[in-house]
């Protein structure tokens, strides 16, 4: 599949509200994606589970961006970017649907699979938002622009926690403690209707934004050809920019998630904050005229917002600064920063260790937009080939978690944050690398 050659006109012709629409996609998905962190902690309790075990929740999400990444690149060529786009839409929806009956039957495989119809669909929004928001303009400015479209991305992580927490988490993480099987099981499905609530509502929402995309189709703009798409050619393989942005998405994108998707259950700890958790949600409750107080869990949950909210700062702020300055060399400034948050905090106790973990939000900021358009530059006509490697390497995020996961089990979640200081140190590398001029 390649792009024809799309023009600064090209890209104006689409006229600023298509580009307001396709941020808007950022923000979606997002906001979904984020919702899997309340939902680790509530199924690792409602279904007593281990840390590897709960992670499969993020496996079965991200192993969704490493199937549907070539088909969706093919998607993509033959149908053009915003008939794909409806079509994600959809598909999110019906993952979103699969929620009420994986809650009915309190099954935990049901929601796994529920999960990875979502992540399916999002995986096409990706393969054709990205390239599609940085052909709507002027190529100098394409870093800029996606990292501005990523902050919105970043809006919708920073407002999913509280979403999650509120709603998912309303009767905390603990495990039904019922020895009859009957009971037991009847508990469970009263917890799993709680989970299911907020997908269906998104989902709702999901439908009515596929019909204005697909009412859209004929709008103006960028094109897609209907070449076949061959993301594995040797002509691609061989580039090492796009390379080793592949191994800097798969190792940024499981350490966002592997921090994120324990964060709740990291800063429960008695060690963190344990039960300053609860007097917090007391006072939480007080402030807001709430008679009965937030729980632990729901103010553990929300506290999450922090980390993703200062990923939408650093964006909104990095969207400035990558245009002032060499973009390889903010992503390795930034790579580094994170590692040493993360490798405090699990070094550290109390106040000291959640705040520095949180922070980690801060640096992760400008490194998925940054290191995606690096990898794609003077890619020209393979772009959207290179777009569909690059988004199959989000699979980090279904097997870092997982080892992230497993190193919990026996080390202790603290410790186990040198699974993304690793990752970041990998990342630091690529910013090095890329600033110096490695080739494409």
């Known amino acids: 599949m ?37 939902l680790i902690a509530k199924l690792k309790g409602l279904f007593a589970l281990n840390y590897t075990e709960a992670m499969l929740t993020q496996f079965a999400f991200f192993l969704g961006y490493f199937v549907v990444s070539a088909p969706a690149g093919a998607i993509v060529g ?30 935990f495989p049901g929601f796994l699979l529920a999960l990875f119809c979502v992540a399916g669909g999002i995986t096409i929004l990706q393969v054709a938002a990205n390239p599609y928001i940085a052909v709507l303009g002027r190529a100098a400015t394409s870093h800029a622009r996606l990292t501005l479209a990523q902050a919105f991305n970043s809006l919708g992580t920073f407002i999913g926690p509280f979403v999650g927490a509120l709603f998912i988490l309303q009767n905390g993480v603990a495990s039904p403690n019922f020895s009859d099987p009957v009971a037991l099981a009847a508990a469970r499905v009263q ?58 998405i798969f190792v940024y994108v499981g350490a966002e998630v592997s921090i994120g998707s324990g964060l709740t259950n990291y800063l429960l700890q008695p060690s963190v904050l344990g039960t300053q958790a609860a007097d917090l949600g007391a006072r939480m409750a ?13 103010v553990a949950g929300t506290m999450v917002s922090a980390y993703w909210g200062l990923a939408m700062v650093g964006r909104f702020v990095g969207s400035f600064a990558l245009s002032r300055i060499t973009p390889g060399k903010v992503l390795a400034f930034n790579a580094l920063v994170a590692g040493a948050l993360a490798l405090t905090s699990g070094l550290s106790v109390g106040l000291v260790a959640a705040v520095a973990v949180l922070a980690v939000g801060l640096a992760n900021s400008i490194m998925f937009p940054t290191i995606f358009t690096l990898a794609l530059e003077n890619l020209h006509d393979e772009t959207p ?37 690793v990752c970041y140190f990998i990342i630091a590398i690529y910013g090095f690398k890329t600033a110096r001029g490695l080739a494409n």
């Open 286 to 298: 007080a402030l807001l005229g709430r008679a009965q107080a937030f729980n632990a869990a729901q």
């Open 2 to 38: 390649a792009l024809n050659k799309a023009t600064a006109n090209d890209g104006q012709s689409a006229g600023p509200g298509m580009t307001g629409l396709v941020v808007t996609l950022f923000f979606a998905w997002g906001f979904v994606t984020v919702l899997n962190d309340p």
């Open 191 to 248: 917890q799993a209707e709680i989970v299911q609530k907020p997908f269906l509502v998104i989902a709702g929402v999901l439908l009515l934004f596929a019909a204005v995309f697909w009412l859209l189709r004929n709008a103006p703009g960028p094109k897609a050809d209907a070449h076949s798409p061959n993301p594995f050619r040797r002509a691609l393989l061989s580039k090492p920019r796009l390379m080793f942005g592949v191994v800097g």
């Open 385 to 421: 080939n290179g777009s569909a490697l690059l988004c199959m390497a989000i699979v980090g995020g279904a097997i870092i978690p997982v080892i992230y996961g497993a190193t919990a089990d026996v080390l202790g979640l603290a410790h186990a944050l040198i699974v993304p200081v």
């Open 78 to 107: 033959r149908f053009g970017y915003v008939r794909s786009i409806a079509l994600g839409l959809t598909i999110m929806a019906v993952g979103g649907l699969m929620f009420a009956p994986a809650a009915r039957a309190a099954w």
